[in-house]
């Protein structure tokens, strides 16, 4: 199985809603990874997850909260966004961070903030 | 500081080959991966170099020299479905991934 699972696939929010994308995967990886893209942009790197513990914070703004339940899982907890927060968001995983492993991603959500 | 260049969009017609280029400055060098994303979806892996030389993989081969921190991606056979933006991703000395901005390729009938 190399498949990268996340839900939901659109999502729709107001900037006083809280609400959370989640991401799975069951191939054995270490590493979990969150990015942000924008319209015709590369990936941008938000989040790094080694071990279950954070690895890489890229500055990103608190009102995205990433949490690691297990090493499977990876959430992103959105809060008092802006609309400009409006881009697909991607979870990628790979064997390992610090390895030149490649990186598996999931079909993204695509965010909306009204 | 790191950086990534790719031409921005090429057009190719179907049945043909196409090179995409890739030229690099990053602090460090482990390696040089090839992704597609078609519109809307996920980038998905294509090709890792990390030795000079060309990675042949049925119509995808992936070029490398280090010493021009140059890559190329040819695509041979150009079918519809390769129609795509193709980034190249280099991965610097802290294993961080570095993105180029990629290259629309167009295929025409």
């Known amino acids: 199985d190399t498949e990268v699972t996340q839900t939901p696939k659109h999502l729709v929010m107001g900037m006083t809603n809280k609400k959370s994308l989640k991401c799975e995967q069951h191939m054995g990886h270490r590493a979990m990874y969150w990015y942000k893209q924008k319209a015709k942009k590369p990936p941008e790197l938000m989040f790094v997850?080694?071990?279950?513990?954070?690895?890489i914070n890229e500055s990103v703004p608190s009102r995205f909260s990433p949490e690691c339940p297990n090493s499977s899982l990876l959430n992103l907890h959105l809060h008092a966004l802006q609309p400009e927060d409006s881009a697909l968001y991607l979870c990628a995983s790979s064997q390992a961070q610090g390895e030149a492993y490649e990186q598996y991603f999931g079909p993204g959500t695509r965010l909306t903030v009204t | 500081g790191q950086n990534i260049d790719q031409p921005t969009e090429m057009t190719a017609t179907e049945g043909a080959i196409v090179q995409i280029n890739c030229t690099y400055q990053t602090s460090g060098f482990n390696g040089l991966f090839w992704y597609q994303q078609h519109a809307g979806e996920a980038p998905t892996f294509l090709s890792y170099n990390v030795l000079d030389g060309l990675e042949e993989k049925g119509r995808f081969s992936s070029f490398l020299s280090r010493s021009k921190g140059y890559s190329y991606l040819l695509l041979k056979e150009l079918q519809m479905k390769d129609s795509a933006s193709y980034l190249c991703a280099v991965t610097d000395s802290n294993y961080q991934l570095i993105w180029g901005a990629g290259t629309k390729l167009i295929i025409k009938p």
């Open positions: 997850y080694s071990y279950e513990k954070l690895s």
